[in-house]
């Protein structure tokens, strides 16, 4: 059996020193730490927490997710479940309900359970660093890195809000709305929107001000009336596909159709759109392989040291029958 002061020879530095990065209890130079786990992965030492100690449980990855409803992340943290069964590793599930000023007592939470590492879906990370503590390894999934949190999963949000905006435009739509959750609340529905800006921009149009509501609730609800009367958008784009649900349940309680009378895309591919009547046009990402895609980089960096990396995921857009053409109807 692999002990402590063999990790501490193979990485030249002393058995405090080595004590301290596995337990990741004191100051310690990133170089040092990278050689030391290294050290313990070529050595096949494994260190229990101090809860697994004692209580004998298999160590535990944390995971942060905006809302454990949506079925996007919950696609995601199905695959980051599979792939840690496959590991040996617990995971440990915390929502922050879209609120940044929940995100730090959610993660304090998942700290206290001595995780071996992280894996976050956060409002935005360039808030949410002073937020946090000093942390374990850590993956941000959905999010971009910053010089914090340099490990990340994404797709490139600007993109697909430039592409969903720009297949609009093609069709022959001018004035094109877009709804949101607020902004504040998620850096990936401010990075769609800012797609959409480039691409309105591109094409010499005029960008209509956006509608922002809360994410997590109020769908079923949503009044458009207003924003319907006063801007006339042939097309509306929603930030996820949840709200595009809730946006063309609001336009139906007006009485129009989509998309004869208003034309309606969303971003996410979740399976529900696929199921609707006519099926919902959408930008579909790929939360499964990202969930598991995320896993594995977290146990490279915490079991093998490997350096952080940012990994983009492509994401594609899907045409179904919520979109009318326009053009064709101009011939």
């Known amino acids: 059996m692999t002990t402590l002061q063999q990790v501490a020879l193979r990485?030249?530095?002393s058995l405090a020193t080595a004590s301290r990065v596995l337990s990741r209890n004191g100051p310690v130079s990133d170089a040092m730490v990278r050689k030391v786990r290294r050290a313990a992965a070529e050595l096949g030492y494994r260190t229990a927490g101090p809860v697994a100690g004692k209580m004998g449980r298999r160590p535990v990855v944390g995971v942060?997710?905006?809302?454990?409803?949506?079925?996007?992340?919950?696609?995601?943290l199905s695959s980051i479940q599979n792939r840690m069964l496959v590991a040996g590793h617990g995971?440990?599930?915390?929502q922050s309900n879209y609120d940044p000023a929940r995100e730090a007592d959610a993660v304090a939470s998942l700290l206290n359970e001595h995780p071996t590492g992280l894996i976050l879906t956060v409002c935005d990370p360039r808030t949410?660093?002073?937020?946090?503590?000093?942390?374990?390894?850590?993956?941000?999934?959905?999010?971009?890195?910053?010089?914090?949190?340099?490990?990340?999963?994404?797709?490139?949000?600007?993109g697909a809000g430039r592409e969903i905006t720009s297949y609009l435009i093609g069709m022959g739509h001018s004035r094109i709305l877009f709804v949101?959750?607020?902004?504040?609340?998620?850096?990936?529905?401010?990075?769609?929107?800012?797609g959409y800006l480039e691409a309105v921009a591109a094409s010499g149009l005029e960008p209509l001000e956006p509608v922002q509501i809360a994410f997590v609730d109020g769908y079923d609800q949503l009044d458009l009336s207003t924003v319907m009367a006063t801007l006339s958008p042939t097309a509306i784009i929603a930030s996820n596909d949840l709200l595009a649900?809730?946006?063309?349940?609001?336009?139906?309680r007006e009485g129009r159709s989509v998309p004869r009378d208003v034309s309606v895309a969303g971003f996410d591919g979740i399976a529900i759109g696929r199921l609707m009547d006519p099926p919902l046009t959408t930008i579909e990402m790929p939360d499964a392989s990202m969930g598991a895609?995320?896993?594995?980089?977290?146990l490279d960096m915490a079991e093998k040291a490997a350096p952080a990396r940012h990994l983009d995921v492509a994401y594609q857009l899907r045409r179904g029958g919520t979109v009318r053409d326009l053009n064709a109807d101009a011939e």
Do not use: K, Q, W, Y
Not at 145 to 152: G, L, N
Not at 245 to 252: D, E, K, M, P, S
């Open 11 to 13: 990485a030249g530095c």
């Open 64 to 76: 942060l997710i905006p809302s454990i409803t949506n079925p996007v992340f919950a696609s995601s």
């Open 91 to 94: 995971v440990l599930i915390a």
């Open 128 to 158: 949410s660093e002073a937020l946090l503590p000093s942390l374990p390894p850590t993956v941000l999934l959905h999010n971009m890195p910053t010089p914090f949190f340099p490990a990340a999963v994404t797709v490139d949000n600007r």
């Open 180 to 194: 949101s959750g607020n902004f504040a609340a998620s850096d990936r529905a401010c990075a769609r929107h800012r």
């Open 245 to 252: 649900f809730g946006v063309i349940g609001a336009l139906r």
């Open 293 to 298: 895609t995320a896993a594995s980089l977290l």
